[in-house]
Structure formats: structure tokens, C-alpha cells
């Protein structure tokens, strides 16, 4: 077997490193004057993308060196059912595809936050549009990059064998000035054309990981053999009742087996979460790249691709290392957080790399995370710019510079965010918990999102105060936890993720819909203009001259969809670990049947045609 201390860093892991990079700076170059262009070129790449691109592109930047090192951590200490975190997220994603991404398209908007003033109107949704500008830009885009950067200095760390942590600083700052300079030059248009080698060879870097590690344990099937030896609780699927610390199996109505990652956890995920979160309808990446999509065609099918490479191709070559890594890599043999004094199981999977590549093939797989590593950086800088500039900078500071100015403006914007990002991922350890933050932060948000799609009645006051209540109701939830874990005692279970995430949702819904009905309509014009543009489902009598709706299409094209993504990651699963797979083949193919039956019967063509 081998061992832990791994190969030492050789010149040809240099090449291949170095190799990429100069690749990476090279398509930047060729692509600077092309984006610098205007902003429409910069953030929509001329809105001109193919849904091919358009789909591997989100899949690639939703994959970067943090992606698999937590889900290594959660195999590792709670086994394959904790991926429902972010699973569940598939059972709403199901509408992305099946209209939003069409819907986002017809609205030619820039960033998701310009939409606030398209569908609702009035100086309440002007000064939200420039609220969540920046917002998004220097909160929720700056939380993503800081776990991003976290997982790339733990895996540095791995890498270059360092002791300790005082090497951190210029790990991160090579980091964000290498993405930087890249997203810098190229824009949007660079981000889109190296998404697409990064893709490939990011996951090239995890199937020959996957296939190291196999062949360590003795081929496919032993490997096989030696999960199903695992405790059932590492490698079910789905979760049975949560055990508590003494061992044992607590009731269903005990509120910790909401919080510990029990049955009544996966149903948090799976039907809560997994609807009502805070990309519920679309997230600002994937709106991004819907925008940018040739017609509303190309947008749906890029979403539908992204669903699938997202969900069931993509994790099951981590998953497959991670439980190989339980027989593989010892406890004891991996780093300590030095905050708390634990083992640092996310660091498990770098550590693998290490201890099964040699000379070549581990550059390779380093050059793939750094691949991976800058798809996502480079996505969230641009990103982050176009909410500063598009829906702050030029919406209510300079409102008629020309186009280059607001390019370089976006330039210099995410050098600042850079910054900011790397000071933040100095101090910070845990992706996962930056990461359920990140979703209870604005979770109780969700809702409202869908509601200015699905209903009517919904206003600038409905998004306003579920934000501030879900955003309230986190903070007091962790400050909570963090008085508890200062007096050293347990944390409240009501207090704890994702039980708490039900009150945060439960409490926002309260408040936005009484907010909702105690303030005015948006104008009529305004909702007549929105309606005949996008052509919504839902709770639109008031605006639809009595015609009929497609809700049955709808239905079953949403239920269908969902059936399509899980009977994949299933049948994907059960294959990996050598268990029958007729039901899941069998939930595939009903789920492909119903949606192909739906998707031309959903998507009704707009009163307006196309506003490009």
C-alpha cells in the first residue's frame, strides 16, 4: 500500500503546470480585444453562446478545487447521503430547464439583479436592484470565491508537503493575481471558451484518480468488495433515522434527528431546500450564461445540460475516491485544523492524489484543479463586476460614459473583489460551513424568487423583506451557535443546519406574504409589459385575456425532469457499487419520456418577440 508522504514534486508535474497556464494566459491574450469591446461582449459574450457551450460552461464553473475536498469530508464522516445538500438542489433545478433558463433569455437582461426593475418597477425596486448589486457582488459572489480559495490552499498545502500554515499568504495571493489576470483581459468571452478545455480536463484529473484508486484496491470489483464492507451508513443512498452520539437510533419526532442528518434531514433537502433556495430560479452564474444564450432554445438545453453533468457525471468519481480513501488513508495520517484540533478530512482526497500518482500524471491532476480552480474564480470576478457596474456603477453613479469605460470599471472592480476574497479566505477553514451559511443566508429569499415568476400579486416589498428576515433569522441562528460554542456547550438542535433552515424559510414566507398583501400591486403597464414579454405560468389571470395555461405540461415536464436527473445519479451510483439497477434505469426512462412530452408544450412564444 502506499504511503502518505507521496511523490515529491518532479519536472514534469512542473511542465504540465506550467503548461496549462501559459495556455490559460495565452486564449486570454487572443481574446482581450474582442472583450473589451463592450460590456455586452465582456459580461454576454455578444449573447451568441451555443447551448453546448453555454451548458459545460456552468458545469465547469460550479466545479472548482473546493468541490471535491467537501465532498470527500462529507462521505468520509457521513457518508453518500450527505451529498443531498446539495442533490436536493435538482428537484427545482427541474424548472430551470424546463422554462427559466427560456424565460431569462426573453428578458435579455445582463445580471439577475436588473430584473427587479423590469418585473416590478418604482423607486423601491430601483434602489433593491442597486442593493442586491451589491450585494451579490461583495457578499454572496466574495463567500463563494473565499471557499474556493480555502480549497486551494489546503490542497497546496498537500501538495508542496508544507508544515505548516505560514505559507498561506502567497498561496492565495498567486491564486487570485493568476485568475485575475486572466478574466482580467478576456471577459466573459475567455471564461466561456477555457470553461470548455477546463471541463474536460478537469474531469479527466478525477476518472484518472478514480481509476488509481480502483486499481489499488484491486480493480472494479474489488473496490466493490471493499465499500460493501463499509458501515451501510457511509454508503446508502438515502438516510434511515439518525443515531445519536451514544449510538443510538433517535425517535422521529427528536428534533436532533432533523439536525443530524437523518431521514427527516434528506426531506429538509430534498423537498424544502431543493425548491425554496437561494438560486431557486436560476442563480446569477447560470442566468449569466442563459442571457448569453443565442435564443431561448439554446438556454433551456444548456440547462438541461448542465443539470445532468452536474448532478449524476460529474460527483461520482469523487465519491468513488472518497470511499476509497476511508480504507486507503488513515485518520492519523491526515493534516489538523489548527482551529479546532481535528482531522481534516476534506484534505483526504489531495492526500490520495499524492499518495497514488507519480511524476507526469500528478501534474496532470494539478493542472487539472488549477483548471478547475480558475473556471470558477474567473466566473464569480466577471460576474461580481457585472452586478457593480451594470446594476450600481452605471445604473446610478455614471449612466452615459461609453462602452469602454464601464469595461475597465468592471476590470478594476474585481481586482478590489479579489482582494477582499483573498483577506476573507485567509482567516477561514471550512468549506463546509462557509457553505451552509451560504445557503441559509438568503435561503428564506427562495420563495420570492419564484413567487415574481409564478404569481402576480408579488412586489419589490416581497423580495425586501424575505431577504431581511432570512438574513436576520441566519445571523441570530449563528450567533446562537457561536455563543454556545463559547460557553462550550451543545448547540440548540433548532439552532443547528438544516434544522434551522425550515424556521429561517417558514418565517420568510410568514412576513413576505402579509408584507405582500398589505402593500400595493406593481402597475398594471408594468406587469402587461412583463407578462407579454416572458409569457409566465402560474397565477396570472389578471393579465392573460382568459387564455388557458399548460399546467398539466408543466407538471408532468417538472416531475419528469426531476425523475430524469436522480434516476441518473442513481443508476450512475448503484453501477459504481456493483448494486441492481432496473429501477433506476426504469426511473430514468419514465422521467426522459414525460419530459420530452412536455418541453415543446411549456414554453409559450412571446406577445413581444425577441428584444434583441
Known amino acids: 500500500m502506499p504511503t502518505s508522504s507521496g511523490p515529491v514534486f ?18 486570454g491574450t487572443w481574446l482581450a480585444k474582442r472583450a473589451s469591446r463592450s460590456t455586452k461582449d465582456f459580461y454576454l459574450a455578444g449573447r451568441s453562446l451555443p447551448w453546448w ?8 464553473t460550479t466545479f472548482a478545487a473546493d468541490t471535491p475536498l467537501v465532498i470527500t469530508g462529507w462521505v468520509r464522516t457521513a457518508g453518500i447521503a450527505q451529498n443531498w445538500l446539495w442533490w436536493g438542489f435538482a428537484t427545482g433545478g427541474a424548472l430551470s430547464f424546463l422554462v427559466l433558463a427560456g424565460w431569462w433569455r426573453r428578458l435579455a437582461v445582463t445580471t439577475d439583479a436588473e430584473i ?3 418585473r416590478y ?20 459572489n466574495t463567500i463563494v470565491l473565499v471557499w474556493v480559495l480555502v480549497a486551494m490552499k489546503k490542497l497546496v498545502r498537500v501538495v508542496l508537503d508544507l508544515p505548516d500554515t505560514s505559507q498561506d499568504g502567497w498561496i492565495l495571493a498567486g491564486g487570485v493575481v493568476l485568475a485575475l489576470t486572466y478574466s482580467f483581459m478576456s471577459g466573459f468571452w475567455g471564461v466561456v471558451v477555457t470553461d470548455f478545455f477546463q471541463f474536460f480536463l478537469a474531469m479527466f484529473g478525477a476518472l484518472l484518480l478514480a481509476f488509481m484508486a480502483a486499481k489499488e484496491l484491486g480493480g472494479l470489483e474489488g473496490a466493490r468488495e471493499a465499500f460493501a464492507e463499509l458501515p451501510q451508513k457511509l454508503t446508502t443512498f438515502v438516510p434511515g433515522r439518525a443515531v445519536g452520539a451514544d449510538g443510538t437510533t433517535l425517535g422521529w419526532l427528536d428534533a436532533a434527528a432533523w439536525a443530524t442528518g437523518g431521514f427527516g434531514a434528506f426531506l429538509i433537502f430534498f423537498a424544502l431546500q431543493g425548491i425554496f433556495n437561494k438560486n431557486a430560479d436560476g442563480g446569477g452564474a447560470g442566468i449569466q450564461r442563459y442571457s448569453a444564450c443565442r435564443d431561448e432554445n439554446h438556454a433551456r438545453k444548456a440547462a438541461l445540460l448542465y443539470h445532468i453533468a452536474h448532478y449524476a457525471l460529474r460527483p461520482w468519481p469523487w465519491i468513488f475516491v472518497a470511499l476509497a480513501s476511508l480504507i486507503l488513508v488513515q485518520t492519523g495520517d491526515l493534516p489538523i485544523i489548527e482551529k479546532t484540533g481535528q482531522p481534516d478530512h476534506e484534505a483526504a ?13 500528478f501534474g496532470l491532476m494539478c493542472a487539472s484543479f488549477l483548471a478547475a480552480f480558475m473556471s470558477t474564480l474567473d466566473t464569480h470576478f466577471n460576474l461580481a463586476s457585472a452586478y457593480l457596474v451594470n446594476d450600481f456603477y452605471r445604473r446610478f453613479v455614471a449612466r452615459k460614459k461609453g462602452p469602454r469605460h464601464y469595461v475597465w470599471v468592471g476590470r478594476f472592480a474585481e481586482i478590489l473583489i479579489g482582494g477582499v476574497a483573498g483577506l476573507m479566505a485567509w482567516h477561514a477553514d471550512s468549506i463546509s460551513g462557509l457553505f451552509t451559511m451560504s445557503l441559509s443566508l438568503l435561503g428564506g429569499l427562495g ?9 402576480w400579486r408579488a412586489n419589490a416589498w416581497t423580495e425586501i423583506s424575505a431577504m431581511l428576515t432570512s438574513t436576520s433569522m441566519t445571523l441570530l441562528f449563528e450567533t446562537i451557535k457561536a455563543s454556545s460554542k463559547a460557553a462550550k456547550e451543545s448547540v440548540p438542535a433548532a439552532a443547528d443546519y438544516p434544522l434551522s433552515y425550515i424556521w429561517v424559510v417558514l418565517a420568510s414566507i410568514t412576513v413576505m406574504l402579509v408584507v405582500t398583501l398589505l402593500t400595493p400591486p406593481v402597475e398594471r403597464d408594468k406587469l402587461q409589459a412583463f407578462h407579454d414579454r416572458v409569457r409566465p405560468i402560474g397565477w396570472w389571470r389578471p393579465l392573460s385575456r382568459g387564455e388557458s395555461q399548460p399546467v398539466k ?11 430524469l436527473i436522480y434516476g441518473l445519479v442513481f443508476l450512475i451510483g448503484a453501477w459504481m457499487l456493483g448494486r441492481p439497477l432496473l429501477n433506476y434505469a426504469a426511473l430514468t426512462l419514465i422521467g426522459g419520456v414525460a419530459l420530452k412530452w412536455a418541453w415543446p408544450r411549456v414554453l409559450r412564444p412571446s406577445l413581444l418577440g425577441d428584444p434583441e
Open 553 to 563: 405540461s408543466f407538471l408532468v415536464g417538472w416531475a419528469g425532469g426531476a425523475a
Open 53 to 60: 457551450v453555454a451548458g459545460t460552461s456552468i458545469v465547469a
Open 447 to 455: 420563495p420570492a424568487l419564484l413567487l415574481r415568476w409564478f404569481w
Open 349 to 361: 482526497y489531495p492526500v490520495m492524489m499524492s499518495m497514488l500518482l507519480g511524476p507526469g500524471l
Open 116 to 118: 427587479l426593475e423590469r
Open 10 to 27: 518532479h519536472w514534469l508535474d512542473w511542465v504540465a503546470v506550467l503548461g496549462y497556464i501559459a495556455l490559460a494566459l495565452g486564449v
Open 121 to 140: 418597477g418604482g423607486n423601491q425596486a430601483k434602489a433593491l436592484r442597486g442593493f442586491f448589486g451589491v450585494y451579490h457582488a461583495l457578499v454572496t
